[in-house]
């Protein structure tokens, strides 16, 4: 997963000025905005660093019937197909905000959408590692006749939240805000494109085997809530 993320948060490399009428207020890009993206990605790798979380899992198997009726349907589906798809997707929501908030723009307005939108990938990356460690929820998996093999490998003790939902919703709202006010083109059908898309991502992930459904909605809240503030409190321009 921790691949994904880093991949997710390289493709918003992917501007190039050219003039473009502009409205709205102006994120400011700064070099705080690098030393801000750069603690971030600290804290997102040192988890994998520090070999979080230790130790083998409380059980393996687990008893399947202590999972909440709502997560249950999880238990009964591992897709591989679903899981490649859902980083496809991802990376497909990834490209579309960077297009939608960056293509076109004149320099300075892409230059501080990127810090904005740089600041929200890495924040909900870091936020999410390390919530998995302090929760440190069992996968699926581990409530499987597989759950000895799986039993090894911690990321199956890092199911809640989801990383590609958080960071799927967290691009589709830090645009919303953005587009919102910066009246950008197009910025309701991008929006509802995106925000399927991470609807997409979530379900994938169920469908995978990968998390409950109950992951996915929490990192579809915690996504959601750091984009939301990230495009909100991020300086402008005077």
């Known amino acids: 997963?921790?691949?994904?993320?880093?991949?997710?948060?390289?493709?918003?490399?992917?501007?190039?000025?050219?003039?473009?009428?502009?409205?709205?207020?102006?994120?400011?890009?700064?070099?705080?905005?690098?030393?801000?993206?750069?603690?971030?990605?600290?804290?997102?790798?040192?988890?994998?660093?520090?070999?979080?979380?230790?130790?083998?899992?409380?059980?393996?198997?687990?008893?399947?019937?202590?999972?909440?009726?709502?997560?249950?349907?999880?238990?009964?589906?591992?897709?591989d197909g679903a899981e490649t798809a859902s980083d496809v997707v991802l990376a497909g929501v990834a490209g579309l905000t960077a297009f939608a908030s960056l293509h076109g723009l004149p320099a300075a307005q892409w230059r501080g959408n990127f810090a904005m939108l740089a600041n929200a990938a890495a924040w909900t990356a870091a936020s999410t590692e390390w919530l998995k460690v302090v929760i440190r929820r069992k996968r699926p998996v581990l409530y499987t006749s597989g759950a000895a093999a799986a039993a090894?490998?911690?990321e199956n003790q890092q199911s809640l939240p989801s990383t590609h939902a958080s960071l799927a919703f967290a691009a589709a709202t830090s645009y919303l805000v953005l587009a919102r006010r910066q009246h950008l083109r197009h910025r309701t059908r991008n929006a509802i494109l995106l925000y399927a898309g991470?609807?997409?991502?979530?379900?994938?992930?169920?469908?995978?085997?990968k998390h409950f459904p109950t992951d996915v909605a929490a990192g579809a809240a915690l996504g959601s809530g750091i984009g939301w503030l990230s495009a909100t409190v991020h300086p402008t321009v005077p």
């Open 1 to 79: 997963m921790r691949w994904s993320a880093a991949a997710w948060m390289l493709l918003f490399a992917l501007p190039r000025a050219r003039a473009y009428a502009q409205a709205g207020p102006i994120y400011r890009a700064s070099w705080w905005d690098a030393a801000s993206v750069g603690a971030a990605g600290a804290l997102f790798v040192l988890p994998m660093a520090l070999d979080l979380p230790q130790g083998p899992p409380s059980c393996a198997p687990c008893d399947p019937t202590t999972v909440p009726t709502v997560d249950r349907s999880a238990l009964h589906t591992f897709s």
């Open 198 to 209: 991470a609807v997409g991502v979530s379900a994938l992930r169920v469908a995978a085997g």
């Open 152 to 154: 090894a490998d911690r």
